[in-house]
């Protein structure tokens, strides 16, 4: 690597982005500038400085003219510092001696027409670049330990999913699942559009090679509620609610414990349709195949104890805490149900049920050969869409305290044409009204599902996003108990009134379940409320925070092959991160001069980037001091530290002060000439 | 604001009569923005398809008698609705409550007293031929030309039939005329919406195909072959059908007719509906026409799948339409924008509407309406 302590030789290379900038910039004037500034050895113009042949020409003048810093003068850093950076190590030149003048989106992009003035901003931003890099110093990249463990948040299909892949590829995993059993929202699903297998058949697919293979630890009825730490190393603290049942038990004698077990419970799934027992198993064949207790709901009667025994039955079991420490986190923790408000589209009225209720009564209904909802026989289904989804501000009244959401939901179009084909095929004399905004049967194979609800005679009528359907009481007349009017764009615009036995509702899914680690993790939130990942095309599964992936619903709506695929992206993101012995963290961060640090904790307080910067006391020839500590795995170098130190005690490693006021002062100087 | 509420009992009954596949249209309008009526006034086919879904009335039901079943709609239809059988279904029940047009009543009443829908006397059938005529079928020739009703009554344009006649005769072709008790091909009461007539016409003329020991049948008209083709076969008559300009094509490329004589005309060719949408035929037309001797020839910017009716199918052939309406009269215009002094066809309907059009807009001197057997005819001569 190039001595960053002889006197530095620069070369200056500008970049016309083929006439992005030279369009505006005089290049050429540039060039001829940058040649007559302190240390500079070489200056040259190129239509593409990003491309292999420019890049060969620094490479053969650090070679060639023994350059020991270099400055590019071209697009924004963020898009190709690390490729110049790149470019200096191959031609033997350490990479932190580089530095980057962005006079594309800081000047010809602004400055359009302004030839003159414009190509006079980039000589100075030349020259400020210049005057930095000549007190540049070689540096290199921090060491760090990682992991080899990764923590899972979540025990849904994306979870399972980036589970099993993290295993697979040699990561050790806990997974913490919220409830008492694995699979989530799509164990309540019913049948798939086209694979026409049920969601729990896919989960316990899933569940089965999570539950098998040793390198992973689940922890259900579990929920993360402390975690810290950063790429490599972060530790979670996980409290694990009782379970009460200490494993798999006789189903006989387990079933004779649940119907002796004398508490109802109203599930939260499907909106409060389904109910279980205090001892209960969600469904036959859920995972992991042990009962569990619901200790809100359970009087300790003892009942079961009678039935199951003591060694099976543990009614004083205490939650515990454990501590979990991973290099990486994946964050699986999937959406909430849309639960609509009173009134909205007719909520509240019997009849009226949301589409997992439909699905839930469906599954209920066996070989019944009519449908019964409300205990009504259904001859007249509606169906309104986009109920909770693409919410439009004054057209939805919000209720206090809840907020819009303006999102697609994606999979409900599908679902609730997949769903209503399956009951126009079991129920011959049902007739389904499918009330949408639009169809957006999108995914692969979805617009069969859609051209089959045709075949089979579906109805679809198109009501403007500006006036939803009103659901109200059906008329004597009607022969109904509910009437749905709607503004059918696709009857000129005319009222179409439907009378109703049953109004399902399609809910759609709504943000929510991360609000813990998106706190405590500092996680960046979209403002419909899914987390936001780094980049939506780039970087689709990363999150700012370095070391966290998001898989599934967490991050947006999706359907479940969305949610595995992007399981699996995130598994293999979090892999490549977790298999390796050590990680290279940017060296470019606070670093304390204890000679100057006097220990007044003034950086400490400024500091965005909890655990980054603290005070310790250590012992200095003979007597205790206190001194700023840089944790360099956690600073982004963000530099609120350097400005708040009234000692100059702390700087930012390639933007120090002495740095800055070099690089300021050329860029303010008196013009040359 | 009126309120609509659907009457599904109409939809089910039109999906029992023939109008399966009506819940398939989304809505998206291509039909509508592709018909021909939308070039000379409003007409929502969606908004026809959309009633039907529903059993609403149609918003203006002069426009359930007005589509010319082209079948431009169907063959751009990205769900494949068949439009065309939920019109037609809509119109066999619009009529079993309000009847038929005016000009429809005519026609099916002539269609059931005399067995064509022109009130031709039966035994005129093949006055065309001339005396002493052509000999009818008896079973000892190889084809059967049934030669479509409105060229055999229409006595102003009988060269058509004649140039065909002459054509299978001078390549040596063994064939026979339909013998007067053959009936109408049953199109027009078939596309109007009358399924039991057009079957009962239908079942006529197969009996008489069969009773004759007909195997092959040649159709003058591509609506009689559509019929043959597609209908027949499910009341048992199982005849090899085609359309004459198919056999004619493979008697040029036989080298049993050569075209010697020039044929000095710059001729555009027609595509009828149902000779190209509703049956693929688009190529031996235009391969006929490239044997004519000294003949130029030149396309207009709609043909083949694209090409505009000439209004005469779906009916249109027996309803009066105001001048501006005239679809016939747009192709003719289009037809003489390519500078072409001939329009070709291969259809009595397509013919007759054309030569109507000529009049209509005083282009006699400009253009002439002919039918591919006669330009065929034209460059083979009388005699062989």
């Given at each position: 690597m190039g001595a960053s302590d002889a006197a530095p030789r620069i070369g200056i290379y500008v970049c016309h982005c083929g006439g992005n900038i030279s369009d505006v910039v005089d290049c050429a004037a540039v060039v001829q500038a940058a040649a007559d500034f302190p240390h500079v050895a070489v200056a040259r113009e190129h239509s593409f400085m990003c491309s292999d042949a420019a890049q060969t020409v620094i490479i053969d003048d650090i070679r060639n003219l023994g350059l020991n810093r270099v400055v590019v003068a071209s697009c924004s850093p963020s898009l190709h510092a690390t490729t110049f950076r790149s470019t200096c190590e191959r031609g033997g030149l350490n990479p932190y001696l580089y530095e980057h003048a962005n006079?594309?989106?800081?000047v010809s992009w602004v400055h359009g027409g302004q030839h003159a003035s414009a190509t006079a901003k980039a000589v100075r931003l030349v020259r400020a670049a210049a005057a930095k890099v000549a007190l540049l110093t070689a540096e290199r990249p921090i060491e760090a330990p990682v992991r080899r463990h990764a923590l899972v948040v979540g025990g849904g299909v994306a979870g399972l999913c980036a589970a099993g892949n993290l295993a697979e590829a040699g990561v050790d995993v806990t997974l913490v699942e919220r409830s008492p059993f694995l699979g989530g929202h799509a164990t309540e699903l019913g049948k798939l559009a086209r694979i026409h297998v049920t969601g729990r058949e896919v989960t316990a697919a899933l569940a089965h090679v999570v539950l098998a293979d040793p390198h992973v630890r689940v922890l259900t009825n579990a929920e993360v509620v402390r975690i810290g730490g950063h790429l490599g190393d972060f530790e979670a603290t996980v409290r694990v609610r009782p379970r009460g049942i200490r494993g798999p038990v006789e189903p006989d004698r387990l079933r004779a414990a649940i119907d002796a077990c004398p508490e109802e419970v109203v599930g939260k799934v499907g909106h409060g349709t389904r109910t279980h027992k205090a001892l209960y198993l969600l469904y036959d064949g859920c995972l992991p195949a042990v009962a569990a207790i619901d200790f809100d709901r359970c009087t300790r009667c003892g009942r079961c104890v009678e039935i199951l025994g003591r060694d099976a039955v543990d009614l004083d079991e205490p939650a515990r805490e454990e501590t979990v420490q991973v290099g990486g986190v994946v964050v699986a923790t999937g959406f909430e149900q849309y639960e609509p408000y009173v009134d909205e589209f007719g909520w509240g009225k019997p009849g009226v049920v949301t589409l997992p209720q439909l699905i839930q009564i469906l599954h209920e209904t066996?070989?019944?050969?009519t449908l019964t909802i409300a205990g009504r026989t259904v001859r007249n289904l509606v169906m309104i869409h986009c109920v909770g989804s693409r919410q439009i501000d004054g057209v939805h009244q919000i209720p206090e305290g809840r907020t819009l959401n303006p999102q697609c939901s994606r999979m409900c179009c599908t679902a609730a044409i997949y769903n209503s084909t399956e009951l126009r095929a079991r129920f011959a004399d049902l007739r389904v009204y499918q009330l949408v905004r639009d169809v957006r049967t999108y995914g692969r194979h979805h617009e069969q599902c859609y051209q089959r609800a045709s075949e089979q005679r579906l109805l679809f009528f198109k009501y403007p996003d500006h006036e939803p359907p009103v659901v109200s009481d059906g008329l004597p007349s009607d022969d109904a108990p509910l009437a749905v009017t709607v503004q059918d764009q696709f009857t000129r615009g005319q009222t179409v009134r439907l009378p109703a036995d049953a109004v399902v509702l399609v809910t759609g899914m709504a943000p929510g379940g991360a609000a813990t680690l998106i706190e405590q993790l500092k996680l960046a939130v979209g403002a419909d409320g899914f987390l936001r990942e780094v980049h939506p095309k780039l970087r689709p599964v990363e999150l700012a925070v370095q070391g966290v992936m998001v898989a599934g619903t967490a991050q947006s709506p999706m359907a479940i092959e969305e949610s595995t695929a992007a399981a699996a992206a995130a598994a293999v993101k979090a892999a490549k991160l977790l298999t390796r012995e050590t990680l290279s963290l940017d060296p470019q961060v606070a670093r304390v001069d204890p000679a100057r640090c006097e220990g007044t904790g003034r950086c400490v307080e400024q500091c965005a980037y909890g655990g980054a910067l603290q005070v310790v006391e250590r012992t200095e020839s003979g007597r205790t001091v206190r001194r700023a500590e840089v944790n360099e795995a956690l600073c982004k170098g963000c530099g609120a530290c350097v400005a708040v130190c009234p000692h100059n005690a702390i700087d930012v490693v390639g933007s120090t002060l002495a740095q800055l006021y070099a690089s300021v002062d050329a860029l303010t100087a008196q013009e040359v000439a | 604001m009126t309120v609509i509420e659907p009457f599904l009992e109409i939809p089910d009954s039109l999906v029992e009569s023939g109008g399966d596949g009506l819940n398939l249209c989304y809505q998206c309008g291509t039909c509508t923005a592709l018909c021909p009526w939308s070039l000379v006034r409003p007409f929502n086919v969606r908004g026809i398809v959309r009633s039907a879904q529903l059993g609403l009335d149609v918003e203006d039901g002069e426009d359930l008698w007005r589509c010319v079943t082209c079948g431009t709609c169907v063959a751009n239809c990205p769900r494949e609705v068949p439009i065309i059988n939920v019109v037609r279904s809509m119109r066999a029940m619009t009529a079993s409550s309000g009847g038929y047009p005016m000009t429809i009543r005519s026609m099916r009443s002539s269609q059931q007293q005399y067995?064509?829908?022109?009130?031709?006397?039966p035994e005129a059938r093949n006055a065309w031929a001339g005396t002493p005529g052509l000999p009818v079928f008896d079973g000892s020739q190889e084809w059967l030309l049934y030669v479509c009703c409105t060229s055999c009554y229409d006595v102003a344009a009988r060269g058509p039939a004649q140039a065909l006649a002459s054509l299978l005769s001078a390549a040596g072709v063994s064939f026979g005329l339909a013998p007067a008790t053959a009936v109408c091909c049953g199109c027009s009461v078939r596309e109007t919406g009358d399924a039991e007539l057009t079957e009962s016409l239908g079942r006529r003329n197969v009996a008489l195909f069969r009773e004759l020991g007909a195997r092959k049948v040649l159709a003058s008209s591509p609506h009689c072959f559509n019929a043959f083709r597609k209908d027949y076969p499910a009341w048992g008559g199982e005849v090899e059908a085609a359309h004459y300009v198919t056999l004619l094509d493979e008697l040029l490329a036989a080298d049993r007719l050569r075209p010697t004589r020039p044929v000095r005309r710059k001729v555009t060719y027609h595509d009828p509906c149902y000779l190209?949408?509703?049956?693929?035929?688009?190529d031996p037309p235009r391969r006929l026409l490239a044997r004519l001797p000294e003949a130029q020839v030149v396309e207009m910017p709609r043909n083949r799948e694209l090409s505009l009716c000439c209004g005469g199918g779906g009916g249109g052939m027996f309803m009066d339409r105001p001048k501006g309406e005239r679809f016939a009269n747009l192709r003719l215009q289009e037809a003489l924008d390519t500078g072409a002094d001939t329009l070709a066809t291969a259809c009595a309907y397509c013919h007759a509407m054309f030569r109507d059009a000529v009049r209509v807009m005083g282009v006699e001197d400009r253009i002439a309406v002919v039918d591919l057997a006669e330009l065929l005819a034209e460059a083979i001569g009388e005699t062989r």
């Open positions: 006079i594309r989106e800081q066996g070989d019944a050969k | 067995g064509n829908p022109w009130q031709g006397p190209g949408r509703h049956n693929g035929v688009y």
